[in-house]
């Protein structure tokens, strides 16, 4: 049967290289289709890497439709047709209801709970967060209340609150990862460094369970299969996730490899982690 994955790269060669690194195969094996073409942005703000599907596997072939013989029609003789008499009370009809049609059960989404962070701060480097973000959030046009919290010394958690933020998450949270990156250093450019963490959405935490959720299928296949798989270029904080996922897990290991913001997280066969 035909199968077929749908990879993503900074180039079209590059998502196809990363496809055939995943399926172990040749150039001369697949059939690629180009989903998405990759587009540059600036500082990361509206850029989107390549996607393609990749497919491999036999070809199926389409089986004949059979053939149905019909007998010949015979030619049927026309009579007079007959008039039906109608009795002159009919009893009356019986009025059918409508079959009752029941609706499914709405089925439980699970979300990734909030955490608790207590009161918002107000301090000097809150205020220049809540500056530098309203500023920037005016001009891109995205309406949005800005509330920061500080759950622990030395870092700042900014939560974006309203409707429709997925312009500001971007791809795989791209676009969100270089907010935070330009708010962290026009925060620290007056002097005492602080981390700036920003989420919106709860995208975050969401991000963190889809990644847990790869990472397990990934060591599946990898056991499996007895082959290593190396997974898309993911930032550090992704990286972390994926290799504390698996640290304990039996018949893998983890390591990255590669320069950002294309270093990529390996996971390996390892028979002698038990």
């Known amino acids: 049967m035909r199968q077929f994955i749908d990879v993503t790269g900074k180039t079209e060669d590059e998502a196809i290289q990363n496809a055939l690194v995943q399926l172990g195969m040749d150039r001369d094996d697949v059939s690629v289709e180009i989903l998405e073409r990759a587009k540059s942005g600036f500082l990361g703000l509206g850029s989107s890497p390549a996607k393609v599907r990749v497919s491999y596997g036999p070809e199926e072939e389409e089986e004949p439709a059979p053939v149905v013989?019909?007998?010949?029609?015979?030619?049927k003789r026309?009579?007079?047709?007959?008039?039906?008499?109608?009795?002159?009370?009919?009893?009356?009809?019986?009025?059918?209801?409508?079959?009752?049609?029941?609706?499914?059960?709405?089925q439980k989404v699970e979300t990734a709970p909030v955490a608790d962070l207590g009161d918002e701060v107000n301090d000097e480097k809150a205020q220049a967060i809540r500056k530098f973000l309203a500023g920037l959030l005016e001009q891109m046009e995205v309406p949005a209340e800005i509330h920061v919290y500080l759950p622990e010394k030395g870092r700042y958690k900014v939560i974006l609150e309203g409707n429709n933020l997925g312009a500001l998450i971007g791809r795989r949270g791209e676009t969100l990862d270089?907010?935070?990156?330009?708010?962290?250093?026009?925060?620290?450019?007056?002097?005492?460094?602080?981390?700036?963490?920003?989420?919106?959405?709860?995208?975050?935490?969401?991000?963190?369970?889809?990644?847990?959720?790869?990472?397990?299928?990934?060591?599946?296949?990898?056991?499996?299969?007895r082959r290593s798989v190396t997974l898309e270029p993911m930032n550090a904080y992704e990286r972390h996730v994926i290799h504390t996922a698996l640290q304990d897990e039996p018949g893998v290991t983890t390591y990255s490899t590669g320069v950002d913001p294309n270093r990529r997280v390996i996971v390996a066969y390892d028979r002698d982690k038990k």
């Open 78 to 106: 026309t009579e007079k047709p007959v008039k039906k008499v109608e009795p002159k009370n009919p009893p009356a009809k019986k009025e059918e209801k409508p079959a009752k049609v029941e609706k499914p059960a709405p």
């Open 69 to 75: 013989k019909t007998a010949p029609v015979k030619e």
């Open 178 to 225: 270089a907010i935070q990156q330009l708010t962290s250093y026009s925060v620290n450019r007056t002097g005492g460094r602080v981390r700036v963490q920003l989420d919106a959405e709860n995208y975050r935490a969401k991000r963190e369970q889809s990644l847990e959720h790869l990472a397990k299928k990934v060591a599946a296949k990898v056991i499996k299969y």
